[in-house]
């Protein structure tokens, strides 16, 4: 029978944590500062930006927010980051993905200042985690990373394999599970013989974006079992890419959905701003 691995606690953790790190900053005078982009009327978005905006006010993080209309010029978008790149009262810029069809999300991202860029996409943030350099992490495959140790899970020599190959989940994960002294396999939907594969790891990291993708032929006896989807099950109901109760008795740790991964990612947001404001006050 598995341990359930609490993302909900484990992330209201680490908020508490960051409250006592921006109330030390306050008292230097300093304050961490967000700027958080929202271009067009996407629904899920909004949700997601009214979320971060809300965490941010909790731990002490000032929000500022920028609401654009649809129809916003590229060169518009540009111009804003560029104007909160020097500005020193702003240290992390967040651009809510996905933009609009007429705005190119690489030209955007790459325009973000490096040490601003708290989601850490940036290609000079991905490239310092390939080569082992201090920088920003994108935040979902970091979370993760603090959900294993707080759960006292062992990544040093442990076999893992990351199902996912995606720029803001699957690939990050592997560097930072290889950064663990994990050995990692990343697999994706062109891998043969996937159930094989998976079955041989001892830590399983599921992001494909299937529904109960992965069942328990899967999963090594005690295995280490983490989900990071988001999927509607058959009555709509929301569920993850892991068959959870199918898995429940062969895992030795698991993340529920909702509840694992999915609060863990606005944590780790929170936790780059209040980086940044430390690194920007030296
Ligand atoms: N859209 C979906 N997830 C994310 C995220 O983590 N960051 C940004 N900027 N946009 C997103």
Redesign the pocket.
């Known amino acids: 029978m598995a341990q359930i691995i609490d993302g909900k606690k484990i992330a209201a953790d680490i908020r508490n944590e960051l409250k006592e790190e921006t109330a030390r900053l306050a008292a230097e005078g300093k304050e961490a500062a967000l700027a958080v982009i929202l271009v067009g009327e996407n629904p899920a978005?909004k949700v997601?930006v009214r979320n971060k905006k809300n965490a941010c006010e909790e731990v002490g993080i000032k929000s500022l927010s920028y609401e654009l209309p649809e129809n916003t010029s590229q060169a518009e978008l540009l111009e804003l980051i560029d104007k909160l790149n020097h500005d020193d009262k702003c240290n992390g810029i967040?651009?809510?993905?996905p933009l609009p069809k007429h705005i190119d999300e690489d030209a955007v991202i790459n325009a973000i200042d490096p040490d601003k860029d708290v989601?850490g996409f940036h290609p000079v943030n991905v490239g310092k985690l390939s080569i082992g350099l201090e920088g920003f992490v994108s935040?979902t495959p970091s979370g993760i990373i603090q959900l294993l140790k707080r759960s006292g899970v062992e990544m040093d020599g442990k076999r893992a394999v990351v199902i996912g190959r995606s720029n803001?989940v699957g690939k990050p994960m592997a560097l930072l599970l290889l950064r663990e002294n994990a050995t990692v396999t990343v697999a994706h939907s062109h891998t043969n013989e996937l159930k094989e594969l998976c079955r041989q790891a001892d830590i399983l990291i599921v992001a494909i974006g299937r529904a109960k993708f992965v069942d328990h032929e899967y999963i090594k006896d005690g295995a280490v079992v983490i989900d990071v989807g988001m999927d509607r099950d058959e009555n709509g109901k929301l569920c993850g890419d892991v068959d959870y109760d199918d898995v429940f008795d062969k895992a030795s740790f698991i993340t529920p959905v909702p509840g694992g991964v999915g609060p863990m990612?606005i944590a780790m947001l929170l936790y780059n701003c209040v980086a940044s404001a430390k690194d920007q006050s030296r």
Not at 94 to 97: A, D, F, R, Y
């Open positions: 978005s997601y967040l651009v809510q993905l989601d935040c803001i990612t």
